[in-house]
């Protein structure tokens, strides 16, 4: 990240119009997970919204500005509150 936008939050990534992420549970891949942002999300066509199984692979939207900034949960099928990661765009 640049300038440093995440500070010590290790959970958050930085990223650009039209990258790709790939969101993958590690060692629980038979769990079923989706990522639930507090507003709009950054991401193209919904992607991580509904339940998938070990991994997703979804593309930054290319109306996100560099300085953007979006929370979001990761939701484990049959499990309680989740992490709090975020996504900043960069330039």
Known sequence: ????????????????????INF???HVEEKMFKLK???D???AKN??????????NCKIKDEVLPGD???YEVV???CGAGTDPKII???
């Open 1 to 20: 990240c640049e300038n440093n936008q995440c500070g010590s939050d290790a959970a958050c990534l930085c990223a650009k119009q039209k990258d790709n």
């Open 24 to 26: 993958m549970l590690i």
């Open 37 to 39: 942002f507090s507003n």
């Open 41 to 43: 999300s950054p991401l």
């Open 47 to 56: 992607c991580g919204k509904n339940f998938k199984k070990g991994s997703e």
């Open 69 to 71: 900034s979006y929370d």
């Open 76 to 78: 484990m099928e049959g």
């Open 89 to 91: 765009i960069s330039n």
